[in-house]
Each structure stands twice: as C-alpha cells, then as structure tokens.
C-alpha cells in the first residue's frame, strides 16, 4: 500500500472537513487550506490528478472535489449558493444602516453565510467590531433598532433570514486566540479566514486579519475575504460624517454613564441560560471587549467529527 505524502494528506484533511458541511472544494479553494507551506497551486492539481493514495479516497464533479461516494454534496453546494444570495441581500440592506451607527467599526457576515454555503432555513449572523470603551452602546443601538423592526430571532416567529448580530470585540482585542478550544481549533481558524467584511472602516479588517496571525500556523497559504463591489458598504457618505459628530457627542462624561447604563441594562434583561454560562468558557462572554453569545457552541463536536473521519480515511 502507498504511502500519502503530506500534500495529499492535508487534501484528504480539508475535504473531510467540509464534508461535515456538505461542501465539495475548488483546488483553488484546497490550496488556501492546505496546511503545508510552499505549496503551489500546481502541486495541487497535480495530487488531485495523479496521487495514487487519493485515487481511491476522493472524487470530482463539476469541478468540485469531494469525499469518495459524496458527489451529492455537489448539487447541495451550487443549490445553497443561490439561496444564500438572497440573505446576502438583505443582510447588506441592514448592514448599510448598521454601519452608521456610532462606534462600530466593521461588520462581517460569518459562519455558513460567509462562504455561502447558509441553509434556507438559517438566520443571518453578523460579527461586529467596535471602538473600545463603547461595546454595550454600540450594541444597544444595532438591538434595538433591529428588535424594532422585527428583525432579531426572537421577535419572529421563524427564524429563517433574522439578523443574528450575536459577536462583537473592540478594536483593541482583535485576537481570537484566547478563544480557541483545542489545539487546532479547526472551526475558528476556518472561520477567521472565511470571515466577510461587508463594511470595513479604518482598515479594521486587515487588523483583525493581522492580529490573527496564529492561524498563518495552520493555513500558511490562506489570503484575505474580499466582497465584491455589490456586496460592500461605503465609506465617507454624508451620514458617516454624522455618525462621527454622534461619535463625538457622547464622548463626555454624560456619555461615559451612558455607556455604563448599556452594561448594567443588558446584563439585567439577559436570559437565564445566557447568564448561567458567561464567562464559563468561551461559548458565552460578557466583558468590556468582547460580547460573545453563542450558547448552542458546536465547535467541540465539529472538531470530533473531523479527526474521526480523517483516522478512518487513513
């Protein structure tokens, strides 16, 4: 029996891992995910082509690559794009009226959206950077103005296209690091570089991308999410200069109350279960830099999944 060589086992690596999410591969896509470094797109076909231990463990369909026996996945990924048009759609109406609201700095759609690959049933998750000191306001504006419109999941009575704006950190705590659960964190590092910055002031996304540069350890050949010039809000409108006259008003000692009333509201009127798990581990965070509500975590399962799939492949 051959022996993979490890160019073909980081191949085998990246396509049980999207398997979970019935996501076939591009080599273009294979390539930013490998996980060697000076691996070259040409390396890539050339596995993908002649690698006699991937012969027998992998397929191609349409261009896409997958697990050997899954090319029904397929047809599950070109039907998922369109339908995730739609919710790009409206989560760039609301992220326009998002970005003038003071103090938030960018705002990325993330999770199975960000690469298009959303369920027709799935909500709109959003992850927001902030300017430091002003978390809780920002975040008390972008509720309420979404729970006025009936746009929150709760405030629906389905929860399919609700915008989930359920992650926000500060400009001054970009790293995700200390949120990782495991050694890789498989999950987050995909999810950092999968990452799409509709709306990006200050160069905030290309911070973000640099203060996570642990994950460059694990896709060296990974390059930056770049929307296209539909799907990008504006800068240096007429109501970004509002929004930074707003900015400057509540920077006073007023303001400063303010902000520290967000607080104290939001945790009172906060869940039980959500309260139950802040601060316990990494699924649930409330602070001044990171407020972080993801109590149906399944990063943990994810990860277990992919590591059986990748020992029974072997």
Not at 210 to 221: D, E, K, L, Q, V
Request: with cysteine; proline share 4%.
């Amino acid at each position: 029996m051959s022996q993979p060589t490890e160019l073909a086992q980081s191949i085998l690596e990246e396509l049980a891992y999207f398997d979970i999410f019935d996501f076939p591969l591009t080599p273009i896509e294979l390539w930013r995910y490998s996980r060697i470094e000076g691996a070259a797109i040409a390396d890539i076909y050339q596995s993908l082509g002649s690698d006699p231990w991937l012969a027998d463990r992998i397929g191609e369909r349409h261009g896409f690559w997958h697990l050997a026996g899954r090319s029904e996945i397929v047809e599950s990924r070109l039907r998922r794009y369109r339908e995730s048009e739609a919710k790009y759609q409206k989560a760039l109406t609301y992220i326009k009226r998002l970005s003038h609201f003071p103090f938030i700095r960018m705002i990325g759609v993330c999770n199975s959206l960000a690469y298009s690959n959303s369920r027709r049933e799935a909500d709109i998750d959003l992850f927001i950077v902030t300017q430091p000191g002003w978390i809780w306001t920002s975040r008390m504006y972008a509720t309420s103005y979404l729970r006025l419109l009936r746009q929150r999941p709760y405030d629906r009575r389905s929860t399919v296209d609700a915008i989930c704006p359920s992650f926000y950190i500060t400009e001054d705590n970009l790293n995700l690091a200390s949120l990782r659960r495991g050694q890789p964190d498989i999950y987050l590092a995909h999810w950092v570089w999968q990452l799409m910055p509709l709306y990006d002031s200050g160069d905030t996304y290309r911070k973000f991308i640099s203060a996570n540069g642990w994950t460059r350890t694990i896709f060296p050949n990974a390059y930056h999410s770049q929307p296209t010039e539909t799907r990008r809000v504006a800068n240096g409108t007429p109501a970004q200069r509002i929004k930074t006259l707003i900015e400057s008003g509540h920077k006073n000692a007023l303001g400063r109350r303010w902000e520290k009333w967000n607080e104290r509201f939001q945790r009172r009127v906060l869940p039980r279960q959500l309260k139950d798990l802040a601060n316990v581990d990494s699924r649930v965070m409330l602070s001044d830099q990171i407020l972080k509500f993801h109590e149906n975590d399944r990063r943990d399962e994810y990860q277990r999944r992919w590591v059986d799939s990748v020992s029974a492949l072997r």
